[in-house]
């Protein structure tokens, strides 16, 4: 798998620090990957210490640079510090991900409280959390936001009520600091992927439903995570400094089909 960009210049985010939550795999690991090849220093958080130590070493194997400190994101005192850590280390960050997450798969009635209650705490507070824990370190007036949402977040999708509610709240929370930190020169996007192999979750369906979910995308195929890390580094490049509080859909059209679509799906 690549970690550059086929068009945009290597050295496009040199001498930018970069804060990451979710590093330690999937999506996010692509993403700090992507940015350390475009020469951004990388500050991860993340629960599991040996899991973001393991994207380090990726990144310093490929020349890039980054450090990880463990917190949860559902911890607003613990990211606070992490964040101040990270800055000390590499300086103010010019650019902040927030992509920790969790999901399952469950009806309504069977979701526990404490259940919806971990997704909300870890997609919507973490977000707000990174945002939050990161704004006293901005570097200046030219800082790029980023969340991770979900297409569920714009439409409803059977056996997943909390991820729903969960990740139309983080859409609402972007378009909301959007306004708000404009005047600082503060962009907040969100970006909202599909299906994407290499995930756990995406490799997860891929080996039980792979061939049925793939016969109903529009491009026929899940994405890969280099697609994903990419559109990213887009997003946060000068090529998009009139851009905030969007939600970009990098997710293969499988939001133009609608979540009952893909009900026996979700529920076999």
């Given at each position: ?79 606070d ?63 790029k ?13 059977p ?56 016969h ?19 997003m ?33």
């Amino acid at each position: 798998m690549s970690m550059h960009s086929l068009y945009l210049p290597k050295d496009l985010l040199a001498g930018e620090t970069v804060l990451i939550t979710g590093a330690g795999s999937g999506i996010n690991q692509g993403i700090a990957r992507m940015f350390a090849a475009h020469g951004a220093r990388v500050v991860m958080i993340g629960r599991r210490q040996e899991k973001l130590d393991e994207t380090r070493a990726l990144i310093e194997q490929a020349g890039g640079e980054a450090i990880g400190f463990s917190a949860d994101v559902r911890d607003a005192a613990a990211m606070d510090a992490a964040a101040q850590k990270g800055a000390e280390h590499f300086g103010a960050y010019e650019i902040v991900v927030a992509g920790a997450a969790g999901n399952f798969l469950a009806p309504a009635e069977k979701i526990s409280s404490n259940g919806f209650s971990a997704v909300v705490d870890i997609d919507l507070k973490g977000t707000f959390h990174t945002f939050k824990a990161a704004l006293p370190h901005f570097a200046g007036s030219n800082v790029k936001c980023l969340a991770i949402t979900a297409p569920q977040s714009q439409m409803p999708m059977p056996y997943q009520a909390h991820v729903c509610a969960a990740k139309a709240a983080v859409d609402m929370l972007v378009k909301t600091l959007a306004i708000e930190w404009g005047k600082r020169g503060v962009r907040v996007n969100a970006l909202s992927p599909g299906y994407v192999a290499g995930t756990v979750g995406g490799d997860l369906l891929s080996a039980n439903k792979g061939d049925d979910i793939r016969h109903r995308l529009p491009l026929g195929r899940f994405a890969m995570i280099d697609e994903m890390a990419q559109m990213a580094l887009l997003m946060v490049s000068p090529l998009t400094n009139y851009m905030t509080g969007q939600i970009v859909a990098l997710d293969g059209g499988v939001s133009l089909l609608g979540g009952a679509a893909m009900l026996d799906i979700a529920g076999g």
